[in-house]
Structure formats: C-alpha cells, structure tokens
C-alpha cells in the first residue's frame, strides 16, 4: 500500500507579496492586493495566471476564491479551500490543504494565499463594538479581555511562571526580528532598530510579559505561494521548495470555552509537533531555518518548546540573540523580520522567507538551508505548522 | 462612582441564551452555578449542550462555593475599548475553583490594580451588580481572601 504522506508529493515554485504597508496606508483596496501578490508569484514561477486552478486561505480572508478565478481569469477553478480559525493559525494549513489537492489530483496549481487590509476593514487589536457579547466572549469581554494579547497574556503568565523563563527570553525573540529586518527593503521596521534599552522602556501593553515590542504590528498587503506536483517541480525558474510535511489541528479540547483548555499555558502545538516531524522524517535538529509566527513572543516561545527546538529548562540560556541571528546563530529565526518587523501578512510572509531560504536568495541568507519549519499562529485553535525542504533532503 | 471594577460601557453580557441563562440567573441572585454532568459528574465550563466526557446530553446546574485560587493573571494597560481610555491598568485572574472539578473562570481581582498578584492565591467571589445596564446583570469577581 503507498504510504499517505504529503512528504516529497508537491512543492511550492512561485512567491509573491505586495508592497507591505503599515494598517492603513495601502494605496489598494484589499483584493487588489491579493491579485498583486498572486500575479507577482506567477510570475516569479514563470506560470501564466489563467493557468491557476485553485485557491487556499485562512483566516476568513475576504478574498473569495470564486472572485479571485474571475478576476484572473482562471480557465478551470477545481479547488478552493478555507482553513477554519481566525488569525494566522491557518498559515501553513492553507498551504498544505493546497498541496493536498496537489497530491491527489484534485487540482494541478493551486495558490495559497493571504490578504489583509487592516485600514479598509477592522483592526484586529481593538476590542469589540457590540453592546452585547454571547458565547465564550460572555464570560470573557465583559471583564476587559477582549484583544488578542488579553486573550493571550495569562497563557504566556503561567507558562513563564511554570517554567521560571524571564523577560529576556522574549526579548532576544524580538531583537532578533527586527535586526533581520533591517536588511530588508521590503520590511515595514526597515529605518527602525531595536536594542535593549528601547525594548526595556518600551511601555506595557499587559504586564507582565507583553512589552509594545513583544506585539506583533498590524499592516496591510498580501502574500501568495504557488504549489504544484512533485512530477512538474522542475520545470520551473527556481530551485523547488519541497512540502516534506503539514500538520494542524489542536491540543485536546484547546478551544474548550472560558479558558479550560486542559493544557492552558500551550501555543497549542503540543500534539502537531511530533506528529509533522513523522511526516517529513526529519527531527528539530535538521532544521537550518526557523520562521515562527509572532502574534506575540510569548507564543513563539511555547511554539518553539512544543516543536522539540528550545527546552522550556534551557530558555533562558539559549533564546538570546546571537544564537537567533543569520547567518551565524544556531536557531537563525525569521530571518526576514516576521510579523513583528517585516509585515503582520498573518505568517504568510514566513512561508515566502521559507522558500527564499531554501533557494538561496535570503537577503539575510543562512548556511544551513536544505530544511525550514514555518509555525502558524500560536495559541489559536486549530493551529498548523509546515516543513519545507531542498532537493537534499527529499 | 458606580461601585463596579470597570468602567460602564463594556460590552455586557447576553444572558437570554437558553444555554447560559442558569449562570446568569444565578449570579442576579449571589449564587455560583457551574455545569455538571448528570451522566458522569464531570464538571464543565463554560457551558456546553453535551458532557464531553461521556456525551451525555443530560447537564444539570449546581451552586459551588464561591472559593477559588488564582491560575494567571494579567495586567492590561493598553485600553483596546473606547469605555477603558483613560482608565489605567486593571487586573484579569483566570480562577481555578476546587469545589468544581477545578474548572476555570475568568473575572477581575478586585482592590488595587497596582498589587502583586501571587498565582496559588486564595481568592473568594464577589457578586458585582450592574443595574443600570439596558438589561441588568451580575458579574463574578474575585477578591484575595
């Protein structure tokens, strides 16, 4: 029997993105700019974009795949997919749901892809406008928890008080994003480094471990990745980025209403992490590149202990800067500048550096490059997380 | 001064949901009714139409004492509702309530928003009414006994 694996099945051949904008100051209206990206990735693949057959995202993105295939004029849409959950959880879940369709035939060409014009429509850091709140937000709202970070912020108390990790620990997680964001010109907080001294005095946002700086931005722009099947991947202009594994879902019962998740300080990973590495044969330490979706640095931080790459005994020792930096550190980490410096494109920016890094063409290239892993946004429910690999390691 | 932890103007509870309302009513009265299975005896919050332990559709409510230990916290001082601008910091506590299978609650640790806040704490419920809400209702918080 053939082993049902997406390993080595497809690989991604084209990326594209728009100009990243911070939240408000796109020129274009949001499916503008999913058509930007998604035309710049076939043309980066060399493919005509009549050429697509389907479309993959997450996040509820307003972009629908139906309106997308008329305005490009798709010849034949044979798949369209939208990963359940908000926020960036889907990332690499729309990617492998797109090599899934790849793999079994259900379509040739399929886009994942993410949009966001946070100007043109809502913030996501702002709290709700309704009078009255229903479902878990009942037990919720009405006591000030309401954004991101406040749903957030006591995973990230009890983890760092279970496991007496401190501050600096998710400082170096910031340091290092936007010191790699320095070099890129596409990088919204290129013009803008961080150091100690301005991270320390930045102001709280949640004490007591979510400094301005430990949040990720909120931007507008887009991002599309290409994904065909193994038997066509090189028959195109670049080196192919190899989909070795996806894998999503959720800790048991992680969306259990009012926070009673039964394992609560998680990025909820605990359970996807072994199980993606089984799909790509391959273990924490092969990885030469790691991108790992910053909505906060206390979720890349649980997200990096359940992937097996940081022991929560040994965080205080090993997240510092030098080792999170390319080209020299042990742990380069998103090495374009993340969510937190390059753009909050919902992670799908990572992806993009993923496969940049795998080609050789980084601007903040590592050595060590035959194998990335991306992490999808932490803490959410259903969560997912990808590896992605050169010809080496296929 | 309204007497509540938070500012008026917050989004309020909706407790006409058939699924809820016990909770609600509970609480208009100073009582703290929790979710329990009468199939099992499992405990469950927030409140759900089956028992994820045994599926039994067949849920009960049962008062607890109002006695709790703190879990996490958080102090937020970035105010994301127009209701909280200017308002400073406060303090969220997620509760853990041995009486009920150790369920967790979120609500506010009452007093100074400045304090420490020591997880492990013992904290005991305090019954906030909102009467001038459109619809009134009661909040549970939590004070450091």
């Given at each position: 029997?053939?082993?049902?694996?997406?390993?080595?099945?497809?690989?991604?051949?084209?990326?594209?993105?728009?100009?990243?904008?911070?939240?408000?100051?796109?020129?274009?209206?949001?499916?503008?700019?999913?058509?930007?990206?998604?035309?710049?990735?076939?043309?980066?693949?060399?493919?005509?974009?009549?050429?697509?057959?389907?479309?993959?995202?997450?996040?509820?993105?307003?972009?629908?795949?139906?309106?997308?295939?008329?305005?490009?004029?798709?010849?034949?849409?044979?798949?369209?997919?939208?990963?359940?959950?908000?926020?960036?959880?889907?990332?690499?879940?729309?990617?492998?749901?797109?090599?899934?369709?790849?793999?079994?035939?259900?379509?040739?060409?399929?886009?994942?892809?993410?949009?966001?014009?946070?100007?043109?429509?809502?913030?996501?850091?702002?709290?709700?406008?309704?009078?009255?709140?229903?479902?878990?937000?009942?037990f919720i709202i009405p006591y000030g928890v309401m954004s991101p970070a406040q749903r957030f912020a006591m995973k990230v108390t009890r983890f760092m008080h279970d496991h007496g990790i401190r501050q600096e620990a998710l400082r170096a997680i910031s340091l290092a994003c936007y010191h790699h964001a320095q070099n890129n010109?596409?990088?919204?907080?290129?013009?803008?480094?961080?150091?100690?001294?301005?991270?320390?005095?930045?102001?709280?946002?949640?004490?007591?471990?979510?400094?301005?700086?430990?949040?990720?931005?909120?931007?507008?722009?887009?991002?599309?990745?290409?994904?065909?099947?193994?038997?066509?991947?090189?028959?195109?202009?670049?080196?192919?980025?190899?989909?070795?594994?996806?894998?999503?879902?959720?800790?048991?019962?992680?969306?259990?209403?009012?926070?009673?998740?039964?394992?609560?300080?998680?990025?909820?990973?605990?359970?996807?992490?072994?199980?993606?590495?089984?799909?790509?044969?391959?273990?924490?330490?092969?990885?030469?590149?790691?991108?790992?979706?910053?909505?906060?640095?206390?979720?890349?931080?649980?997200?990096?202990?359940?992937?097996?790459?940081?022991?929560?005994?040994?965080?205080n020792e090993v997240l510092v800067k030098e080792n999170l930096l390319a080209p020299g550190g042990n742990m380069p980490l998103n090495t374009s500048g993340g969510n937190l410096a390059e753009c909050y494109m919902h992670g799908l920016e990572l992806v993009n550096e993923a496969v940049r890094q795998i080609r050789g063409t980084a601007i903040n290239q590592v050595k060590r490059n035959d194998a990335a892993i991306v992490i999808g946004g932490p803490m959410v429910t259903p969560v997912s997380s990808l590896i992605l690999g050169s010809e080496a390691v296929l | 001064m309204s007497?509540?932890?938070?500012?008026?103007?917050?989004?309020?509870?909706?407790?006409?949901?058939?699924?809820?309302?016990?909770?609600?009513?509970?609480?208009?009265?100073?009582?703290?009714?929790?979710?329990?299975?009468?199939?099992?005896?499992?405990?469950?919050?927030?409140?759900?139409?089956?028992?994820?332990?045994?599926?039994?559709?067949?849920?009960?409510?049962?008062?607890?004492?109002?006695?709790?230990?703190?879990?996490?916290?958080?102090?937020?001082?970035?105010?994301?509702?127009?209701?909280?601008?200017?308002?400073?910091?406060?303090?969220?506590?997620?509760?853990?309530?041995?009486?009920?299978?150790?369920?967790?609650?979120?609500?506010?640790?009452?007093?100074?928003?400045?304090?420490?806040?020591?997880?492990?704490?013992?904290?005991?419920?305090?019954?906030?009414?909102?009467?001038?809400?459109?619809?009134?209702?009661?909040?549970?918080?939590?004070?450091?006994?």
């Amino acid at each position: 029997m053939t082993e049902r694996t997406l390993r080595g099945r497809t690989a991604i051949v084209g990326i594209g993105e728009t100009t990243y904008y911070r939240h408000g100051q796109s020129p274009d209206a949001e499916f503008k700019l999913a058509l930007i990206a998604i035309v710049n990735a076939c043309k980066d693949a060399g493919i005509d974009p009549h050429d697509i057959d389907g479309f993959a995202s997450y996040g509820n993105d307003r972009s629908d795949a139906g309106r997308l295939a008329a305005a490009l004029g798709v010849k034949e849409l044979r798949f369209s997919n939208m990963f359940w959950g908000g926020g960036g959880g889907g990332v690499c879940g729309a990617v492998g749901n797109a090599a899934a369709a790849v793999a079994t035939g259900m379509a040739d060409c399929v886009v994942a892809f993410r949009s966001l014009a946070q100007g043109q429509f809502a913030r996501y850091g702002r709290g709700t406008g309704a009078p009255l709140v229903a479902g878990d937000d009942q037990f919720i709202i009405p006591y000030g928890v309401m954004s991101p970070a406040q749903r957030f912020a006591m995973k990230v108390t009890r983890f760092m008080h279970d496991h007496g990790i401190r501050q600096e620990a998710l400082r170096a997680i910031s340091l290092a994003c936007y010191h790699h964001a320095q070099n890129n010109p596409n990088a919204v907080m290129r013009g803008r480094p961080l150091d100690e001294a301005k991270y320390d005095a930045s102001r709280w946002i949640i004490e007591p471990f979510f400094h301005l700086f430990d949040c990720c931005q909120e931007n507008d722009g887009a991002a599309a990745v290409i994904v065909v099947p193994a038997d066509r991947a090189r028959d195109f202009p670049h080196k192919p980025a190899w989909l070795l594994a996806c894998a999503q879902g959720c800790d048991h019962r992680s969306a259990a209403p009012a926070h009673n998740m039964p394992n609560y300080p998680s990025s909820h990973f605990r359970q996807i992490g072994p199980r993606l590495y089984d799909m790509a044969k391959l273990t924490p330490a092969d990885m030469g590149i790691v991108q790992c979706y910053e909505n906060f640095t206390g979720g890349v931080l649980m997200s990096l202990v359940e992937h097996g790459l940081v022991r929560a005994e040994e965080a205080n020792e090993v997240l510092v800067k030098e080792n999170l930096l390319a080209p020299g550190g042990n742990m380069p980490l998103n090495t374009s500048g993340g969510n937190l410096a390059e753009c909050y494109m919902h992670g799908l920016e990572l992806v993009n550096e993923a496969v940049r890094q795998i080609r050789g063409t980084a601007i903040n290239q590592v050595k060590r490059n035959d194998a990335a892993i991306v992490i999808g946004g932490p803490m959410v429910t259903p969560v997912s997380s990808l590896i992605l690999g050169s010809e080496a390691v296929l | 001064m309204s007497g509540l932890y938070l500012p008026e103007g917050l989004p309020a509870p909706n407790t006409g949901d058939a699924l809820t309302a016990p909770y609600w009513e509970a609480a208009r009265v100073g009582k703290l009714r929790i979710q329990k299975c009468r199939g099992c005896g499992a405990w469950q919050w927030g409140p759900e139409w089956i028992c994820h332990r045994c599926h039994s559709f067949d849920l009960a409510w049962e008062d607890v004492a109002g006695q709790g230990r703190i879990y996490s916290y958080q102090r937020p001082h970035h105010p994301v509702h127009p209701a909280l601008n200017g308002h400073g910091p406060y303090i969220a506590v997620l509760v853990e309530l041995p009486h009920a299978g150790n369920v967790r609650m979120v609500g506010n640790l009452l007093g100074d928003p400045r304090q420490a806040v020591q997880i492990g704490a013992a904290v005991e419920a305090v019954f906030e009414h909102h009467e001038r809400a459109d619809s009134p209702f009661t909040l549970v918080q939590w004070r450091v006994v």
